[in-house]
């Protein structure tokens, strides 16, 4: 089993509509979790951290953690043509004392 | 601008060279990373430093290098025992290695091989 898991896409939704991507992860004991935004050839930016359980809201993105179920997941509003990227899951394991990635879904919003 | 820089932007690689990346930070932070980024892919941890002169592997680290000499650099070179370079290359750093540290990323090298 991989340590954390995505769906690799590609995630296709209208302009204006909510997008959900999902991530499980492996290890209990992870600690935090953050959502990283990568434009094609560009560097991941960090667009969402979450660390307790429950949703975390700010703008248009809200971040959902169940440790229960080892899933966080991103929601995003009101999807733009520009949110059109690759999303990467990251959590940091207290096991493992590092942050692992998942492969990354790619989101496509179509205008 | 505090931030991170990573050169060169684009690197060819001949067979049996070695070749070093360079990552420079002046954000005071003390960890710095590597990864790699194969096409559709994640980003996979090959090196990562906590303090000045002290580094741990990752869970890619065979056939690479890395130095941590000063606190604002850290190279990393790709050996010739690395079959498969071709990849993007990323340097990351945060301020301390933690649950909460969120990682910084420079903006990439991309290594090919002629």
């Known amino acids: 089993q991989k340590e954390v898991e995505q769906n690799s896409g590609p995630l296709s939704v209208p302009e204006g509509a909510i997008a959900s991507l999902n991530c499980t992860y492996s290890?209990?004991?992870?600690?935090?979790f953050f959502w990283y935004r990568q434009y094609s050839g560009k560097s991941p930016e960090l667009i969402m951290s979450?660390?307790?359980?429950g949703d975390k809201e700010d703008g248009r993105f809200t971040a959902q953690l169940n440790k229960a179920s080892q899933y966080v997941s991103l929601l995003i509003r009101d999807s733009q043509p520009s949110d059109s990227a690759t999303y990467l899951c990251?959590?940091?394991?207290?096991?493992?004392?590092?942050?692992?990635f998942g492969t990354g879904t790619k989101l496509q919003v179509i205008p | 601008d505090g931030g991170i820089t990573q050169s060169p932007k684009y690197l060819f690689r001949k067979e049996g060279q070695n070749v070093t990346l360079s990552c420079e930070q002046n954000?005071?932070?003390?960890?710095m990373y590597w990864y790699r980024q194969d096409p559709g892919q994640g980003l996979r941890l090959i090196y990562y430093?906590?303090?000045?002169?002290?580094?741990q592997k990752g869970d890619i680290a065979e056939g690479y290098s890395v130095s941590r000499e000063k606190k604002e650099s850290f190279p990393l070179t790709v050996t010739s025992a690395q079959k498969n370079p071709t990849a993007f290359y990323l340097c990351?750093?945060?301020?301390?290695?933690?649950?909460?540290?969120?990682?910084?990323f420079g903006s990439g090298t991309q290594l090919s091989v002629l």
């Open positions: 990351a750093s945060s301020p301390r290695t933690g649950a909460n540290e969120k990682l910084f």
């Open positions: 290890d209990r004991g992870s600690q935090s």
């Open positions: 979450i660390y307790s359980n």
């Open positions: 990251a959590v940091f394991s207290g096991g493992y004392q590092k942050v692992t």
């Open positions: 954000l005071n932070h003390d960890a």
């Open positions: 430093s906590q303090i000045v002169n002290d580094f």
